[in-house]
């Protein structure tokens, strides 16, 4: 918790993405009135937005330093548990990947910018 306003709403809506990730696999894979039993695999998340500062949240997005990223990677890392390990890793893999995109695209606006000024 680097940032003045930390991650702890951040890391409750993404909890929530990342257990509909988990359920999504689970149901995908069960068959009959199991499939909707894991439904209820979300209900802690679901209940853990009614807690969640929307506006809070907000800057806390907005203020994501290194510390921050790294703490919320690690957490989704812990969190994701797909049935079949090839596809999570694979789906981890594809998120770096988009991850180390978004650093560049970050540091080219910031070059042009700073070259602009």
Do not use: P, W
């Amino acid at each position: 918790m680097s940032g003045q306003y930390g991650v702890e709403n951040l890391k409750k809506v993404v909890a929530l993405g990342v257990e509909l990730g988990n359920v999504a696999d689970k149901v995908g894979r069960s068959k009959g009135m199991a499939r909707f039993a894991h439904a209820l695999d979300l209900a802690d998340e679901v209940f853990a937005l009614s807690s969640v500062d929307f506006q809070v949240l907000k800057k806390e997005a907005g203020e994501l330093d290194e510390a921050d990223r790294a703490s919320l990677k690690l957490y989704i890392k812990e969190k994701f548990d797909l049935v079949d390990d090839k596809l999570e890793l694979a789906i981890e893999e594809a998120l770096s990947i988009v991850e180390m995109q978004a650093a560049v695209v970050t540091k080219s606006v910031a070059l042009y910018k700073s070259l602009k000024a």
